[in-house]
């Protein structure tokens, strides 16, 4: 019996449609990557019999994308669509085994995190003026906090005065993982915290 892929498409994204009540931008994503997909089978096989798709098939669909241009993350996202189309076809018995099960998502390029050059924060703080309005020294010591210790900003917005020693100058921090860790504090730092 053959099954195509576009019969299979239409009544998936109807069960979107209706019985799960998925978004119209949704919707049209899944109606993109299963048409891709589709058009892929067709150039590939000859043919688009949803019972003829296996594992290399996919593989090769990822490869194709891949020498395309698209990045790790557009392509997880038409994996993703495509696991979401074989578990519906799966749940409505329609094939015995989705051909995903061994396909993996692609792995992320790691982001490298950016930094401030020294000179550029010297410049900020020796052109701003700071007066002894209480908003003005806040944010100065925000900005010293997070430059002089190297905090998170998450940590920072965790941190409580009992976090905080201006005798041993260093503060306390909840990290990654709950893991608590102490940072020292520059003598300047130790000052503005007095002012503040």
Do not use: C
Not at 142 to 166: A, D, H, K, M, P
């Amino acid at each position: 019996m053959v099954i195509f892929v576009a019969e299979m498409t239409t009544f998936f994204l109807h069960h979107l449609q209706f019985q799960k009540r998925t978004s119209r931008h949704t919707i049209l994503a899944y109606e993109n990557d299963l048409s891709q997909f589709e058009e892929f089978l067709k150039a590939a096989k000859s043919k688009d019999d949803i019972m003829l798709v296996n594992k290399n098939d996919i593989r090769s669909w990822i490869v194709k994308l891949s020498q395309s241009g698209l990045n790790a993350n557009s392509i997880n996202r038409k994996i993703s669509s495509l696991r979401a189309f074989f578990q519906f076809l799966l749940r409505e018995q329609k094939i015995t085994e989705s051909p995903l099960q061994a396909i993996k998502s692609l792995k992320k390029p790691k982001r490298l995190p950016v930094f401030i050059k020294e000179k550029n924060m010297e410049v900020l703080f020796e052109n701003s003026e700071i007066s002894s309005h209480f908003s003005d020294l806040r944010d100065r010591l925000v900005l010293e906090i997070l430059y002089g210790t190297g905090i998170r900003l998450s940590e920072l917005l965790g941190l409580t005065w009992q976090n905080i020693s201006l005798t041993e100058s260093k503060i306390l921090v909840l990290g990654k993982r709950n893991k608590e860790r102490g940072i020292p504090l520059h003598q300047n730092l130790v000052e503005l915290l007095k002012n503040y």
